[in-house]
């Protein structure tokens, strides 16, 4: 309920009548009291006056677990949760704990990350006070070679999560890179250890961009954070507790046919690649194709100009748009 009364009142940027949030929501005035409280020991500044109602001053800055537990809603994800200002890696540090006893669900946090990683070997720049840098350790009873579809399925959250929050349009570029306005607004990376055909446990790693306002010469054309592209500051605990509702939410759609049949129609429809002609770099090849759509398991079709359909496989390639990054 925190969660819905904070955007009823940033939605609002005035004073909202107790009455009016209580009919909004179909809760008690003690309720909306009792929460409202809530908020103010989270940092949130919140005016309340008599005959006018409550209106939202200010919201809280950093990043904290009493603020992400106060705004979680979902059932097991997170509810294990582990927060350092500083580490080295969140996925290092998931994986350490995956090795041990670590339960299904925990979720590592950082301000600012030391030795952050990403994909291909490269390293994942991770300055502190700004934005969320988080890994999730998962579980589940599943084959190998399954495990890399989970990174599909945490884009699709992501998206979501940024959508509801800041109400920009968001969209995924295949597999995985979270886009607005064109550029890259966050990165994913999954890491597995499996044992036999079965995985034994699976990190998903994701750094968003929230409150950058500066990027590298090197990453600057691609890369974005959400406030540069909607001129908002993100509440990034809020943002966090807000995904890993979504992520619940999809993932237990994918643990249901242990692919994307389910997701599939969703995935399409953020998918910023559907129908634009792609450039497919393998190796030292290039091709330009056109993109449909991904499959079940999570592979890109593509179709040549004479309508041939292929598959590609994440991993193996690399996907860029024709004239630039999407
Ligand atoms: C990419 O290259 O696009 C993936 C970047 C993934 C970065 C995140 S930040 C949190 C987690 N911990 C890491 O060391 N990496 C991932």
Partial sequence: ??????????????????????????????????????????????????????????????????????????????????????????NAKAKRIGEQEGKNGTVVVADCQTAGRGRRGKSWISPKGMNIYFSILLRPDLLANRASMI?????????????????????????NDVIVNGKKISGILTESSTDMEYVNYVVVGIGVNCNQEQFEDEIKDVASSIILESGEKVNRNQLLATFLQSFEHYYSDFLKTEDLSVLIDEYNSMLVNCGRQVRIIEMDKERILKAIGIDKNGALIVENENGKKETIVSGEVSVRGVYGYV
């Fill in 1 to 90: 309920m925190k969660n819905q009364i904070i955007r009823l009142l940033k939605e609002k940027q005035d004073y909202v009548s107790g009455q009016e949030i209580c009919a909004q929501l179909g809760v008690s005035r003690t309720a909306v009291w009792k929460n409202v409280n809530a908020l103010k020991s989270l940092g949130y500044e919140i005016d309340s006056v008599n005959n006018r109602g409550y209106k939202l001053i200010s919201e809280p800055d950093a990043l904290c677990e009493e603020a992400i537990a106060g705004y979680l809603e979902t059932e097991w994800l997170g509810r294990e949760l582990i927060y350092q200002e500083e580490i080295d890696s969140t």
């Fill in 151 to 175: 990174t599909l399925v945490a884009a699709m959250a992501l998206a979501d999560a940024v959508k509801k929050e800041m109400q920009l349009q968001v969209q995924i570029k295949w597999p």
